[in-house]
């Protein structure tokens, strides 16, 4: 648990200092968006304790997390496509 825990700080470091040195740009949210993703997924895996249950439960954050950030993905790089 400690080890997901180190992974999840370093995440949000990695996060937080991409903004504080302002290196947006689309090379960057696209990974900002990967980190998000397995970020999520190891919070709902460990600490909502989904790693135990049937895969269709896992599925279910799984899913909805590949939808909410391909949306945010969508609406980020709409724009730059026009």
């Given amino acids: 648990m400690r080890n997901i825990w180190i992974i999840?700080?370093?995440l949000?470091?990695?996060?937080?200092?991409?903004?504080?040195?302002?290196l947006v740009n689309s090379f960057f949210v696209a990974i900002?968006?990967?980190?998000?993703?397995?970020?999520?997924?190891?919070?709902?895996?460990?600490?909502?304790?989904?790693?135990s249950v049937t895969?269709?439960?896992r599925l279910i954050p799984t899913m909805w997390?590949?939808?909410?950030?391909?949306?945010?993905?969508?609406a980020y790089y709409l724009p730059v496509a026009n």
């Fill in 65 to 74: 997390l590949i939808i909410v950030l391909s949306a945010i993905a969508v």
């Fill in 32 to 51: 900002l968006l990967v980190t998000t993703f397995i970020k999520a997924h190891l919070v709902s895996e460990y600490f909502m304790n989904l790693k």
């Fill in 55 to 57: 895969l269709n439960y």
């Fill in 8 to 10: 999840l700080v370093s």
């Fill in 12 to 22: 949000t470091l990695f996060a937080f200092l991409i903004g504080w040195f302002k």
